[in-house]
């Protein structure tokens, strides 16, 4: 009877192995049936048709990193970036040593602009894996957009060495040194990008511009060249050659490039504003009515309606100063300084035009806003504060002429300067002031006439 009840259970059992092992491959196969539905549907973009099938397949199986991981990379491609973002961090956790659910996590939080977070993810995917330059690539981008530009440098440098045919990286790598104040080997990263990847614009734009600061002015017009003849129909790129072609002193061929596409685009304002300024900048030295006029042709269309732009009506107010019609160009340039943001030369134009018209209010006016804005270093910040205070004097402020008198008198003022100065000071009862300036300018002439009297009258 035991022998029975014995063999019964044994048979039971192996019966019930027999049925949980059935149940363990039909599971298995359902498991597998839906990631492969899943990658079907991802292949063909039905995204949410994907992350119901690893959604499926995660229900059979809750601790595959696999399936976590495809329906985050699902959820990426639908712009679900807080959903990819939870199912990338339980791939992360359920298998750390896999360095795919990290790069796309970092990735996801990348498209969130949380770029720190995505950084750390990119680290924790090259720590794992440190021969991959897309993710040093990565890992450099982070770090750029989130303000560390010092530190993308490294993972850059990486990403180019484990792969000198990433432009990108070699693009991003020249910005970061750029930004370093390092233009030389900046402008070699940006030369190695155009030589792995000739028809990318961005770097050749960037090589234009540091070959025209260090004054190699064809190797900045062959980058602008390529520029326009690989974006073919944007004519802002005709419009910046012809600008490069017109500062190296090649009018004819600036106005060449110009009129061929405004032939293309006629009813383009880049062109024709482009146009104006070469045919300004030619005829200004020698005062061409010809050029002059030319200009005022290629302007005048752009400074009508409410579109106008500041910089077309402030070329044209010049050219309109120019050629003799100081009226109408104080008008058009003072429209000009009203529209933000307003360009150091509008405001010295407006300056010009308003003093030839006796109009000092406005002249002040121009310049005090040109001496807010010049940076610290400007070279025409002393003449332009000189200037204002003798705007100043002669409207009876007294007090603004002595301020802006002194902000002009940097270390090398000149002895007229000096001498205004201490005057002014001295009539507005400042009497150690005075002394100081009148010391100030005998230390430089110690035989000038007024300031000595300036002293006596001091004592």
Same mark, same amino acid.
């Given at each position: ?5 014995a063999g019964a ?21 359902? &498991? %597998? ?7 079907? /549907? ?17 229900a059979?199986?809750d ?11 699902? &959820?990426?491609?639908?712009?679900? =970036? ?21 790069? !796309? =996590?970092?990735?996801?939080? &990348?498209?969130?602009? @949380?770029?720190?977070? #995505? ?26 957009? +989130? ?8 993972? =850059?440098?990486?990403a ?36 792995? +990847?000739p ?13 025209q #600061? ?6 900045? $017009? ?6 326009? /003849? ?8 005709? /419009? ?17 490039? =110009? ?14 504003l ?15 009515? !010809? ?29 309109? !100063? ?50 807010? !804005? ?23 402020? %007294?007090?603004?002429? $002595? ?12 002895? #007229?300067?000096?001498? @205004?100065? #201490? ?16 010391? @100030? ?8 006439? /007024? ?9």
């Open positions: 009877m035991i022998r029975m009840v259970l044994l048979v039971a059992a192996v019966a019930v192995g027999v049925l949980l092992a059935g149940l363990e491959i039909v599971r298995e196969r359902r &498991y %597998q049936q839906f990631l492969q539905n899943g990658d079907r /549907a991802l292949a063909s973009d039905q995204t949410f048709a994907a992350i119901e099938a690893y959604s499926g397949a995660i059979l199986k601790d595959s990193m696999i399936a976590f991981l495809k329906r985050g990379e699902a &959820y990426r491609r639908r712009a679900e =970036l807080e959903a990819a973002v939870r199912d990338l961090r339980t791939a992360t956790r359920l298998d750390p040593q896999a360095v795919r659910p990290a790069e !796309v =996590l970092g990735d996801a939080n &990348y498209g969130l602009s @949380r770029f720190a977070r #995505a950084t750390e993810a990119y680290r924790s995917a090259v720590a794992i894996d440190d021969r991959s330059p897309r993710i040093f690539y990565k890992l450099g981008l982070s770090l750029y957009r +989130s303000g560390d530009r010092e530190a993308a440098i490294e993972p =850059l440098r990486k180019v060495g484990l792969d000198p045919r990433l432009a990108e990286a070699h693009h991003l790598l020249g910005l970061c040194l750029k930004d370093r104040g390092q233009p030389r080997e900046a402008l070699r990263a940006f030369e190695d990008a155009v030589r792995v +990847s028809g990318l614009p961005a770097p050749r734009e960037e090589a234009a511009a540091l070959y #600061a260090q004054g190699r002015t064809r190797e900045a $017009i062959e980058q602008l060249e390529a520029i326009a /003849a690989i974006e073919k129909d944007r004519p802002e790129r005709q /419009a910046a050659l012809a600008l490069a072609h017109a500062r190296a002193g090649h009018a004819d061929a600036a106005i060449d490039v =110009l009129r061929r596409a405004a032939d293309r685009y006629p009813d383009n304002a880049v062109i024709y482009a146009l104006g300024r070469v045919w300004l900048e030619a005829a200004e030295p020698r005062r061409d009515r !010809v050029g002059l006029q030319k200009a005022l042709e290629a302007l005048e269309p752009l400074t009508r309606g409410p579109s106008t732009s500041g910089e077309a009506l402030s070329l044209y107010g010049r050219t309109l !100063v120019l050629s003799g019609d100081l009226v109408r160009g104080e008008v058009a340039l003072k429209q000009a300084a009203a529209l933000l943001p307003v360009t150091l030369d509008t405001l010295l134009w407006l300056a010009d035009a308003a003093d030839r018209l006796g109009h000092a209010a406005v002249v002040r006016d121009a310049l005090e806003r040109w001496a807010a !804005v010049a940076p610290e270093s400007h070279p025409n910040l002393p003449a332009v504060y000189e200037r204002l205070g003798d705007l100043s004097a002669r409207a009876g402020d %007294q007090r603004g002429a $002595i301020r802006a008198w002194r902000l002009a008198a940097g270390p090398t003022p000149t002895m #007229a300067l000096l001498v @205004r100065l #201490a005057t002014a000071e001295a009539a507005a009862g400042e009497s150690v002031s005075a002394r100081a300036t009148v010391a @100030r300018g005998l230390a430089k002439d110690s035989t000038q006439p /007024a300031l000595l009297a300036l002293q006596r009258q001091l004592q």
